[in-house]
């Protein structure tokens, strides 16, 4: 009776954990061991790509190898086009609904962004109403606090230009509607015109006057976030926006980082609670924006178990 009773539990065991929409590993094949349960991830290219580029390819398979769970990147319209020329409210939308579409997505799941899919990311998970839960998030050079260069464009005359040119530009509608990039470009000379004229930033950071507490109630409840900052980075200007820092006029122009932001000493999105709860952390690459070797890969894969 002993026996046909352990063999009942083992087989109630085996359906239990085979209908679990978390993937478990476990360190060996004895059941007896401990065991690392891993989560589906969704991943969101950057502008100007596709899901079916190289680099995309390798970053979702690697993880997908490392970490024995399915890895999805998911296309927003036609990928490099869209990626510029529509809102990245528009973007989030769809992404929401491509999420909500994928049953693999039903239960607790993780985020990877690149790039700009960090703010598609950070869409789906402060606003979007996800059938799902996002429990674990992944940065990989995210222009968090926006961005004021023009890339690969930082110290000429040229570029001091150009950066004028634009901080008057995102101030026309049409601009602000169609073009992507324009969302989160922030002039650190015209703080008060960013929040005035910001269609998406300033809203997902929650910088504005009136807070949304869903915004901060979603980063809360992340498990871990992790937040990948590139050393050489030419593309995203500051770099320290990869980290949630910026440049701040009342500093002489120098680089804040994060922890001396207002969005951070007043908690706007729940980062500061994510820190000192030890659920926020910062790594840095060394190579260029969003530039990384199969070990760098396999490395950033092992900060997800």
């Known amino acids: 009776v002993l026996e046909i009773d352990l063999i009942v539990v083992f087989l109630i065991n085996i359906f239990f954990f085979s209908s679990r929409r978390r993937h478990t590993r476990c360190s060996g094949v004895s059941w007896a061991r401990r065991c690392v349960q891993e989560t589906d991830i969704v991943v969101f290219h950057g502008i100007v790509d596709r899901c079916n580029e190289k680099v995309n390819i390798n970053l979702t398979q690697t993880f997908a190898e490392e970490l024995n769970v399915y890895v999805r990147c998911i296309e927003i319209g036609n990928g490099e086009v869209t990626s510029v020329f529509d809102s990245l409210i528009n973007q989030g939308e769809e992404a929401c609904q491509k999420v909500n579409n994928d049953t693999n997505f039903h239960g607790e799941f993780a985020i990877i962004g690149v790039s700009q899919g960090n703010l598609i990311s950070r869409y ?147 980062l500061r609670e994510l820190n000192e709860r030890g659920a926020l952390k910062f790594m840095e690459l060394p190579g260029e924006h969003v530039e990384w070797t199969n070990q760098d890969l396999k490395n950033l894969a092992k900060e997800l178990v």
Not at 132 to 146: A, E, F, I, W
């Open 124 to 270: 789906v998970i402060e606003k979007c109403n996800t059938i799902g839960t996002v429990k674990k998030y992944m940065s990989l050079g995210g222009p968090h606090m926006g961005v004021y260069r023009f890339p690969y464009c930082i110290t000429s005359k040229f570029c001091a230009v150009v950066a004028e040119i634009l901080s008057y530009a995102i101030d026309i509608p049409i601009i602000q509607d169609f073009i992507a990039p324009a969302q989160f470009y922030r002039d650190p000379h015209r703080p008060e015109d960013f929040l005035r004229v910001s269609r998406f930033l300033a809203d997902l950071n929650n910088e504005r006057p009136n807070k949304n507490q869903q915004y901060k109630d979603r980063i809360i409840n992340l498990d871990l976030m992790v937040l990948v900052k590139f050393a050489k980075d030419h593309v995203i200007y500051p770099k320290v926006s990869e980290w949630f820092g910026y440049v701040d006029k009342r500093y002489g122009g120098d680089e804040i980082v994060m922890q001396e932001t207002e969005l951070y000493k007043q908690d706007y999105i729940g």
